[in-house]
């Protein structure tokens, strides 16, 4: 397991993009995107985009290459972080094939998709600098300036999708006692949480899954200035984060017809 900076499972954060999309909630896809976009996984968010546009979209060559121009642009301007909330803006306005996505990765299901009357984009449109800045300063990394343990309660929005899980041969959800209580050696891939962790003179490895400190000064400090006390969250803001053991499960087949697709 591998938690981003809001302690979210970096497996589930992935999920919850594909399934929002599907459901078409602009705001919870750039909610996830930029939780793993803010937690260092940049370069890993736009390619996972890319991959879900060519294999869940109908593709066009103009977007498809005009988003792969962004996402290069990007790599040179990493300073433009309104240039993956502009990528989603775009993506939640096409028209995607739930029946090619799952012929992709299973060629024994058989479904068509139902042609429903709805009116998609065809192009990609930039977002003003004024637009993008506004991404930024709604999704970038906050902070309780009193107690950082009592960020999440703000910044939790979103309750974790966890509904193909079972389809994904995941648990269904994850203990919460290991969560709350081993969060640090879950983080250890995650490069914010890297930074972090050397800034107060740290060292990781993440093999073993141990984190050492030069001094338990440091030690001290570090868990001062960034323990998020799982432990202490509200039931919400853990269920947020880890699911529901009695959450509803996806099969192929719900999948399917949940989303403009027919079995045959």
């Known amino acids: 397991m591998i938690l981003t900076r809001y302690l979210y499972n970096y497996f589930q954060v992935n999920c919850s993009i594909f399934l929002a999309l599907l459901d078409g909630k602009e705001e919870e896809v750039l909610f996830w995107c930029y939780e793993l976009y803010y937690s260092g996984f940049q370069e890993e ?132 006692k290991d969560w709350s209580n081993n969060w640090l050696k879950y983080v250890l891939e995650t490069p914010l949480w890297q930074e972090r962790i050397e800034k107060y003179g740290g060292s990781y490895d993440i093999e073993r899954k141990v984190v050492k400190f030069n001094t338990l000064d440091d030690e001290e400090e570090f868990h001062n200035y960034y323990d998020l006390e799982p432990d202490e969250q509200s039931k919400e803001i853990q269920e947020n984060c880890l699911g529901c053991s009695d959450d509803f499960q996806h099969t192929l087949t719900s999948l399917i017809e949940n989303y403009g697709g027919l079995v045959e």
């Open 45 to 176: 968010v736009f390619e996972y985009l890319i991959s879900l546009y060519n294999t869940l979209y109908i593709t066009r060559k103009t977007i498809k290459d005009e988003i792969t121009q962004r996402y290069h642009y990007w790599k040179e301007h990493q300073q433009e972080h309104g240039i993956l909330g502009e990528v989603v803006c775009n993506l939640i306005k096409y028209k995607y094939s739930i029946c090619k996505i799952i012929k992709k990765f299973n060629k024994n299901i058989k479904c068509k998709d139902v042609k429903v009357n709805c009116k998609y984009s065809s192009k990609y449109t930039r977002l003003t600098d004024e637009e993008k800045q506004n991404l930024v300063a709604l999704y970038s990394t906050k902070r309780n300036s009193q107690f950082y343990w009592k960020t999440m309660k703000g910044v939790c929005k979103y309750k974790i999708r966890n509904n193909i899980n079972v389809l994904c041969e995941e648990p269904i959800t994850y203990s919460l």
